[in-house]
């Protein structure tokens, strides 16, 4: 059973940056990716960015620029780096890790992110 553990959300006012973490409990080769979802109150949860096994990167458009996905594969970990946060960025984010074997995918239990002055 792998394990997503999430840490790095808070609050933070508009125009500052947070870093997200999270840890998975197997080698990040394991998986095809890693990405980064986020739910606000009464939405959808939605994409965020995404980390290929080949370290390719994509983006949902409204973060473009503003957020980077990285990885640490000696720790097992990702990040999203988060710059220039606006109120519309406040959601519950969610690490998610999908297996190259079977396709499975995991989600962690989501770290919340509150952008208000």
């Known amino acids: 059973q792998v394990e997503l553990v999430e840490s790095g959300g808070g609050l933070v006012q508009p125009g500052g940056s947070l870093t997200l973490s999270c840890v998975a409990s197997?080698?990040?080769?394991?998986?095809?990716?890693m990405a980064w979802y986020r739910q606000a109150p009464g939405n959808r949860r939605e994409f965020v960015a995404r980390?290929?096994?080949?370290?390719?990167?994509t983006y949902e458009d409204s973060v473009k620029g503003r957020f980077t996905a990285s990885r640490d594969t000696t720790k097992n970990t990702v990040y999203l780096q988060m710059n220039s946060l606006k109120p519309e960025d406040t959601a519950v984010y969610y690490c998610?890790?999908?297996?190259?074997?079977?396709?499975?995918?995991?989600w962690g239990q989501g770290t919340q992110v509150l952008v208000s002055s």
């Open positions: 197997e080698s990040m080769f394991e998986f095809n990716s």
């Open positions: 980390i290929l096994l080949d370290g390719t990167t």
């Open positions: 998610n890790a999908v297996l190259w074997s079977d396709g499975t995918s995991y």
